[in-house]
């Protein structure tokens, strides 16, 4: 592999990582406040587009070209519907399984929780379903970043081009995610949040609203994974069950990371997809390992245990 793939396959990689990373983050924020994953994280990201679009172009999506009116307004409903989504999760199939706030140690509660995830992802999948029969669409791009110059793309050394969208993910990704883990240790609402991880009861009894902090949560978790949709569907053709796999993913990174630290997330998000890259971009693997390596790396976090990257990513003790 020359340098300039290389650069090129490390380009892409980082913006691809900043989607995982940002879903990842909404899976270890949900985790460190309630003890448990939530499963259908992945459909909010799949569920936030494809409302954004039907609901803007008024019909099945297509990538065409949208004035700035339909743009901002596509952008503005794709992470609101992510943060709708994961919000109504979290009211009609997590909370009546969760008499206690992070307590761990009622079986029951957590199987309801997995029963509860996984019906409303899947809920979520059907009901898109019944409006969009095709196996995968493409999605308008209403951030247009790659509009920022002629040709849409940046010459490297070595004669290999990236895309400017590619670069404009990347800028947005990262500085939405280091804002809200900025926000998470140095806000009132995070310290509370930090304060309901570490002992929810002492938390209600302090006068803490800890279900309002969960439910607080949700919503951040799920525009997060909007705004990962946002990002990165325009570049591919996404299909209805395609939230599986990015949620996956997802949490595989957030294992890498340290499940529970969202830091370690975003990081951990970032590392997977500069990986699935590389293989992508390497002859000895390709595209057909793309889905294989990072859900290998997902079973031998499980396997190997879940600190991940913490122990070097600590969270500030603010």
Do not use: C, N
């Not at 995610?177 to 310290?191: C, D, F, H, K, M």
């Not at 293989?279 to 396997?303: K, N, Q, R």
Request: no cysteine; hydrophobic share 55%; aromatic share 4%.
């Amino acid at each position: 592999m020359s340098g300039g793939v290389a650069l090129q396959a490390f380009l892409s990689g980082l913006a691809l990582g900043t989607a995982y990373g940002l879903i990842a983050m909404g899976f270890s924020l949900v985790y460190r406040l309630t003890g448990v994953i939530s499963f259908a994280h992945g459909d909010f990201v799949v569920g936030g587009v494809f409302i954004g679009v039907l609901v803007v172009l008024g019909s099945t999506p297509v990538a065409a070209a949208l004035d700035v009116v339909h743009s901002v307004g596509l952008a503005v409903l794709i992470v609101a519907a992510g943060a709708a989504l994961s919000a109504g999760v979290y009211f009609v199939a997590v909370r009546p399984f969760l008499p206690g706030v992070g307590h761990r140690s009622t079986r029951g509660d957590v199987l309801g929780w997995v029963a509860g995830g996984l019906a409303a992802g899947l809920l979520i999948r059907e009901v898109l379903g019944l409006v969009l029969t095709q196996d995968a669409y493409a999605v308008p791009d209403p951030l247009r970043l790659g509009s920022l110059t002629p040709s849409g793309v940046l010459q490297l050394p070595g004669g290999e081009t990236v895309s400017v969208r590619a670069l404009g993910v990347i800028g947005i990704g990262l500085a939405v995610g280091i804002l809200v883990e900025r926000l998470l240790v140095l806000t009132p609402v995070g310290t509370a949040m930090k304060a309901v991880s570490e002992d929810p009861t002492a938390a209600a009894l302090l006068g803490l609203p800890v279900r309002r902090l969960v439910l607080v949560a949700f919503v951040v978790a799920g525009a997060l994974a909007g705004l990962a949709g946002l990002l990165i569907s325009p570049d591919r053709s996404l299909g209805v069950d395609d939230g599986v796999v990015l949620g996956l993913k997802a949490m595989a990174a957030a294992l890498v990371g340290g499940l529970g630290s969202v830091r370690g997330a975003l990081a951990g998000g970032l590392a997977l997809g500069v990986i699935e890259s590389f293989v992508v971009a390497s002859s000895v693997l390709g595209p057909h390992y793309a889905d294989v390596v990072p859900l290998t790396i997902l079973l031998i976090v499980l396997a190997l245990g879940r600190r991940g990257l913490r122990s070097a990513l600590r969270e500030d003790p603010e």
